[in-house]
């Protein structure tokens, strides 16, 4: 995965701009869970949604392990 950051605001809060490259197989992961999100909830998310969740459930995670 390639990535390269743009600093920008918007409505008062500091974001970034993250423009990756994903292989075959991770575009694969992400349409999967597209579709069975999809399926259970009735709702189409985008590729940029499923990939906001996951970096969410990752930060959950990880400040679990650091406590």
Do not use: H, P
Not at 37 to 45: A, E, F, I, Q, S
């Amino acid at each position: 995965m390639i990535a390269s950051f743009n600093e920008q605001e918007e409505e008062c809060m500091s974001m970034r701009r993250v423009i990756c490259s994903i292989d075959e197989q991770e575009l694969n992961i992400i349409e999967k869970y597209k579709l069975y999100y999809k399926n259970k909830y009735g709702v189409n998310l985008s590729r940029n949604a499923i990939i906001r969740m996951l970096v969410c459930r990752l930060d959950k995670e990880i400040n679990e392990v650091i406590k």
